[in-house]
C-alpha cells in the first residue's frame, strides 16, 4: 500500500495544495474509501485511475465537500486545503467550491446564456464591481477555456445550445471564472471527440501553470499525457501513489500493474 511517511519527505510543506489523512466514506453499510492518505500537490495535474467502482469519483467529491448533497454519504479523517481542514464546522461549502472547482464528466450548462453562465459565480461570490469587470473576467474565462472564438458573437445565446464538446468548454469556463486555487475534473473529456478533447488536455496543461488540477480519467494514455502524479485506487484503497512516469513504467503493486496492462479493471 503506498505509504505517506515515506513520500512525504520528497516534497516541502509549501508545495502541498491538498492533504487528506484516514479518509473513510460510506454509502450506508458500503465502505467505498478505505483509509485513503495523500497529498495533492500545487501547479500539478494529478490523475485519478483505476477500475469502475473503484472510488475515484468519491474521494474526488470529498476535496470539495460534494458527498454532502449525499443523504447517505458519512465522510471520516481529514481534509485539508492549505492547512485549512475543510470540514471544519466554520468553513461555507459555497465558498469552499469557489475556491476547489469541478467540471463533471456530462457537461450540465445552467439553462442561461453563455454569458450569465460564466458570470453566475464571480457575481455571486462579488469579484467584479461593475459590468466593465464581469465582462473582462467572462471573456478571459472563455479565452481561458478555448471557447472565445467559437462564442464571442453568441454570449447572449442559450449555453446548452453549443455542442457538447464547447459546452464541456464552457462548463470549465465557469469552472476558472471565480479564479479557483484546485480545480477537480471527473472524466471531463468522456463525452468529447478526438478533437474537443485535445482542447482540453492543451487547456488542463494551461491551467497547471494557476492551479492544482486533478483528473479522474479512465484514459491511461490520456493520464499520461497531463499528469505529472498518478494514484492508482482500487475496491476503495489508494494502492499506489507517485510520479505518472514510475507508476506506468514501474508500478511498485501487482494491482497496479495488472490494471495498467489491462488485466484487471
Ligand atoms: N450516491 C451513491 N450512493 C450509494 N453508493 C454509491 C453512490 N455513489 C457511489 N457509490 C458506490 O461507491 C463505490 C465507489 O463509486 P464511485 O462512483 O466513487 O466509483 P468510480 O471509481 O468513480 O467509478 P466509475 O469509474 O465507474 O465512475 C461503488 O461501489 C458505488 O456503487
Ligand atoms: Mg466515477
Known amino acids: 500500500m503506498y505509504d505517506i511517511n515515506r513520500a512525504e519527505s520528497a516534497v516541502t510543506q509549501q508545495d502541498i495544495k491538498i492533504s487528506a489523512r484516514n479518509v473513510q466514506v460510506y454509502y450506508g453499510d458500503t465502505h467505498a474509501i478505505k483509509d485513503v492518505n495523500v497529498e495533492i500537490l500545487d501547479k500539478t495535474v494529478t490523475a485519478f485511475i483505476g477500475p469502475s467502482g473503484c472510488g475515484k469519483s468519491t474521494f474526488l467529491r470529498c476535496i470539495n465537500r460534494m458527498n454532502d448533497s449525499i443523504d447517505i454519504a458519512r465522510i471520516e479523517g481529514q481534509i485539508r486545503l492549505d492547512g485549512q481542514d475543510i470540514y471544519d464546522r466554520k468553513v461555507d461549502p459555497v465558498q469552499l467550491r469557489a475556491r476547489v472547482g469541478m467540471v463533471f464528466q456530462k457537461p450540465n450548462p445552467f439553462p442561461k446564456s453563455i454569458y450569465d453562465n460564466v458570470a453566475y459565480g464571480p457575481k455571486i461570490h462579488g469579484l467584479a464591481r461593475n459590468k466593465a469587470e464581469l465582462d473582462e473576467i ?22 446548452t445550445g453549443l455542442s457538447g464538446g464547447q459546452q464541456q468548454r464552457l462548463c470549465i469556463a465557469r469552472a476558472v471564472a471565480t479564479a479557483p486555487e484546485v480545480l477537480l475534473m471527473d472524466e471531463p473529456c468522456s463525452a468529447l471527440d478526438p478533437i474537443a478533447t485535445g482542447q482540453v488536455e492543451e487547456l488542463i496543461e494551461q491551467l497547471r501553470s494557476q492551479f492544482s488540477v486533478v483528473i479522474v480519467t479512465h484514459s491511461m494514455q490520456q493520464a499520461a499525457r497531463v499528469s505529472q502524479k498518478t494514484a492508482f485506487f482500487h475496491l476503495g484503497n489508494l494502492v499506489e501513489y507517485g510520479e505518472t512516469d514510475d507508476i506506468f513504467t514501474k508500478p511498485q503493486d501487482s494491482r497496479t500493474e495488472s490494471y495498467i496492462s489491462g488485466r484487471i479493471g
Open 138 to 159: 467572462v471573456e478571459k474565462s472563455l479565452r481561458g477555456s478555448a471557447l472565445w472564438n467559437e462564442v464571442k458573437d453568441r454570449l447572449l445565446e442559450p449555453g
